[in-house]
């Protein structure tokens, strides 16, 4: 059961709220976590075990923590650092367990099956047998979160939580386990403690929200999946530019499905109070690679930021380098290096975090490499800029960011998507092979699933999320405008986005159910 | 005020569903060919006139694939209309029965029981009831499609809908032997299951419409385990029931020539013998009255032309 | 104060450092500049900024910046 379906919409979601507006002030913790514990066992069942599990070590941990910094407060300097070192175990301990059950559940086949290659090499005797494992519901998602909460404790950015029930609440709240998005405790878990009362403003916003993801989902995504499926799944049909249009399809599709579903989560979490943070804003906006990642699933950008990027670059070793650096190469090649070594760790966590597989591995040195190559240059550019007298902020120049943008993102989604490292590999050459921008007009492009109508369809829906996008990046606040506006055009906008869903969201005979792409990773 | 401006809301959109719905069943849903498909029957209910259909048949593609419609009126004059999708499930055979009756006064309703052995349990199962129900009173979910037929400049292709039969001249035997080997296991139907059969039953028990069942023949679908079950719940219910695949022969049903796809249903060679069957059937044990020649079902006439036509074409 | 100012305005100088109330939460300031600025104020103050500092609310503003150094200062 996702957020789409009509299970959850229609059944699930409104029992939660009225349950929750029902049950006395102190007692709608507990109804949160019955939901979003009853959520988690209808799509995973016994394996809510999991999250049980890892709810109480987090809880713990963060107790542990807490009460070796008042030992440390009020130690000896001697002592002091025998408790230092003890936190580190303490924080460590934690953080393998919970790496751990994610490595073990969601790796072992790779790793299993790739060592077994490797022996093969050498001829060592060792064979790898695949086992079939099903994945937790959003134990990709949570294991950050859970991390995320150790370490903040362990580096005192915030105070370890004595109540189990938000620890528990914070960890499984049902709108965003599924994909998030990924929650830091301070921005999540005081709200959703609050059990604050439902109220009539935030049901609304909260549905307004939900319908807007939905549209960007039913009507603009599931169309395109049809394309993408097309192409993608007999690959070995497909050349030229038609492989480019799949790509853009997918990098479409991707982008419509999980903001539409991060907006519905975000719009479920305002009906109940609780203000998620945004995980999109408006990446094709961005000005380069890493501008886009972050505009684009910001959340799991900031935690690899918080807890990778940060880290590494300022530990021991890298401090030394910089330092030695500064002295012997110069700061170009310091800083360079400084940050190859601290990113190449965050993009291949982001490559694997998307899973096991080798073209999800590719698809974080892609990133690495482009914005390594952005790095080295950007001295260049500004020099260029500057004795050419050029503007960044012209539209011409602004124009031909935007390509080469959609360039790198639509080149990184083909991998991305392809089935394996070598099917990407060889889709991508064979755009090379007879490419004819002419088929795009003469017809072909309706052998690809669907009609000319619903390429109308989604070609206007793109344009009206592409003119809401415009006005976000305008800072123009767009729903407290429409609350502004006199109320027969406020309703039919309402209406319309209601009726626009209903009538061409793609759904129904002749489509069928799409699952949550995030949800997967 | 608030509250008061929001409930106004949520009945107004409500209000609009309802009124878009209207349109779509009463206007678009009359003229022809606005909905191919899956729910091309259900469809099609909306252009039968009021009170003209005296057979319905309901089931899953073994009820259209085994009764021509065509073949009772040219013999007969009996109208009948089958109320089928491909794969039917019990809640759709449901609404499609309470469809039918919203505009028609049937004097017998057929069941083929393939429907009753469908694996309908469990949460999906309870899904697809609010989802049947919500298509029901609001169809705008059901034909939302119907947008692209409107725009699309291939209205009034001429298909030919025959009340609900389609015409397959398809084959592909059987060699299967003997599928019906005598056993007393059983079959079992889900609790949900019998419980839309119930339901079903009561309804045409409310409106005073005998209810047959039926099995259309068919090797890949049907076997003795389901025969029994079938056999107990009918004695049981009261309810009479003719098993085709324990009188194939009878029939002449002949497996080389007679199925469409290697047994799981029948052409139009098969229906056509499953057809003189019940028509036989039918004349002993129902008394629905011939309407060959009345001003009402003029257009039966036409449509019964172009399926004499049709057959001709056919390979044989 | 102002050898602050001075490696700020070496990393950027087109900022208006003084008035900036928001430099990380608006993104003025990116993360490979706050990386250099670390080890920057690290070198110029003689303390350690461990990950545990590195968060907006001591970047945001010089002073904020000017209050965690003279923290660490004092902390040594």
Request: glycine share 6%.
């Amino acid at each position: 059961m996702a957020y789409h379906t009509t299970l959850f919409l229609f059944v699930f979601l409104p029992l939660a709220l009225i349950c929750y507006h029902f049950a006395p002030q102190k007692w709608r913790g507990y109804v949160l976590i019955g939901f979003s514990y009853l959520f988690f066992w209808m799509n995973s069942k016994e394996l809510l075990a999991y999250l049980i599990g890892t709810t109480l070590l987090t809880h713990h941990i963060g107790i542990w923590l807490d009460g070796l910094t008042i030992k440390e407060a009020n130690a000896e300097a001697e002592e002091k650092k025998q408790i230092k070192k003890q936190r580190k175990r303490v924080l460590l301990l934690g953080i393998v367990i919970l790496l751990g059950v994610l490595i073990s559940m969601k790796y072992q086949n790779f790793i299993g099956l790739n060592a077994s290659r490797v022996a093969e090499h050498f001829s060592i005797r060792y064979s790898f047998d695949p086992v079939a494992i099903v994945l937790p519901l959003g134990i990709s998602f949570y294991t950050l979160q859970a991390i995320g909460y150790m370490v903040d404790v362990y580096w005192k950015k915030i105070e370890a939580d004595y109540s189990l029930e938000k620890t528990a609440l914070f960890l499984s709240f049902f709108p965003q386990i599924m994909e998030g998005p990924i929650c830091r405790y301070s921005d999540t878990a005081d709200t959703l403690y609050k059990k604050s009362p439902l109220k009539l403003e935030n049901l609304q916003h909260g549905s307004l929200r939900i319908v807007w993801g939905l549209f960007k989902k039913i009507v603009i995504a599931d169309r395109l999946a049809v394309v993408v499926k097309t192409v993608f799944d007999s690959y070995a049909d497909y050349h030229g530019i038609i492989i480019v249009v799949a790509a853009l399809a997918y990098t479409i599709q991707l982008y419509m499905e999980f903001s539409g579903a991060i907006d519905m989560v975000i719009g479920t979490g305002v009906m109940f109070g609780v203000k998620l943070p945004e995980n999109f804003r408006q990446p094709f906006f961005a000005e380069n690679a890493s501008g886009f990642w972050r505009r684009w699933h910001i959340t799991l950008g900031v935690w690899f930021k918080e807890y990778i990027f940060y880290p590494v670059s300022v530990s021991k070793i890298v401090k030394k380098w910089n330092r030695y650096g500064r002295k012997n190469v110069g700061k170009y090649w310091t800083k360079i290096v400084t940050s190859a070594v601290a990113l190449f760790p965050v993009w291949l966590c982001n490559g694997i975090w998307h899973g096991p597989r080798w073209s999800y591995i590719f698809y974080g040195m892609y990133y690495f490499t482009l914005i390594m190559i952005g790095i080295l240059l950007e001295p260049i550019r500004k020099k260029v800029l500057q004795t050419l007298h050029i503007n960044p902020k012209q539209l011409w120049y602004r124009a031909l960011q935007f390509v080469k943008l959609m360039v790198i993102v639509i080149t990184g989604e083909l991998f991305f998507r392809a089935d394996s490292l070598r099917i990407g590999v060889r889709m991508f050459r064979s755009i090379f092979q007879d490419f004819q921008p002419s088929i795009l007009f003469d017809g072909n492009l309706l052998n690809l699933g669907i009609d000319n109508l619903d390429f109308m369809v989604i070609l206007v829906g793109c344009m009206i999320v592409l003119l809401v996008d415009l006005m976000k990046e305008k800072k123009v606040a767009l729903t407290e405008k429409l609350e502004h506006w006199r109320l027969p055009i406020r309703w039919s906008v309402y209406y319309g986005l209601i009726l626009a869903v209903i009538i061409f969201g793609a759904y129904g005979e002749g489509y069928q159910v799409i699952d949550l792409i995030y949800a997967g990773f | 005020m608030k509250k008061i401006r929001t409930i106004i809301f949520v009945a107004l959109l409500i209000g609009i569903l309802f009124g878009i719905s209207g349109v779509i069943n009463h206007v678009y849903l009359k003229k022809s060919n606005m909905v191919t498909g899956r729910e091309e029957n259900l469809a099609g209910l909306q252009k039968e006139e009021d009170n003209t259909i005296d057979l319905l048949v309901l089931g899953d593609s073994e009820s259209y694939t085994s009764i021509s419609t065509m073949m009772l009126w040219k013999e007969d004059g009996i109208s009948s209309y089958i109320g089928a999708q491909s794969g039917q499930q019990i809640q759709e055979t449901y609404y499609m029965l309470k469809q039918a009756l919203q505009t028609q006064k049937p004097k017998l309703v057929m069941l083929e029981t393939h429907v009753l052995f469908r694996d309908n349990a469990g949460m999906d199962a309870y899904r697809s009831v609010m989802e049947e129900n919500a298509m029901y009173h609001f169809s705008v979910f059901r034909y939302h499609n119907i947008w692209k037929r409107l725009l699309s400049s291939n209205i009034g292709d001429d298909r030919q809908f025959f009340k609900g039969f389609r015409v397959r001249d398809s084959v592909a035997p059987y060699d299967g032997g003997d599928y019906m080997q005598e056993t007393t296991v059983k079959k079992q139907m889900t609790g949900f299951v019998k419980n839309y059969l119930q339901q079903i039953i009561d309804i045409c028990k409310e409106n005073d419409i005998p209810i047959l069942f039926y099995s259309a023949p068919s090797p890949v679908n049907y076997n003795y385990q389901k025969h029994n079950t079938l056999i107990e719940y009918t004695e049981n219910a009261g309810i009479p029931y003719v098993d085709l695949n324990m009188m194939t022969s009878e029939l002449g049903i002949d497996w080389t020539k007679d199925t469409l796809d290697h047994g799981d249903h029948l052409n139009i060679y098969g229906a056509q013998k499953v057809t003189k069957y019940m028509r036989k059937y039918l004349e002993e044990n129902y008394n629905l009255p011939d309407h060959r020649g009345q001003q009402k079902y003029k257009d039966w006439d036409v449509l019964e032309d172009q399926y004499e036509k049709r057959l001709l074409t056919l390979k044989v | 104060m102002d050898k602050l100012l001075e490696i700020l305005n070496e990393i950027d100088d087109s900022i208006d450092y003084e008035a900036e109330q928001a430099l990380i939460d608006d993104q003025i300031l990116d993360s490979f500049g706050v990386i250099t600025l670390v080890s920057e104020i690290e070198e110029a103050y003689d303390i350690e900024l461990e990950a545990a500092c590195i968060v907006p609310e001591n970047f945001n503003s010089t002073q904020a910046m000017w209050a965690m150094i003279q923290k660490k200062i004092e902390e040594k």
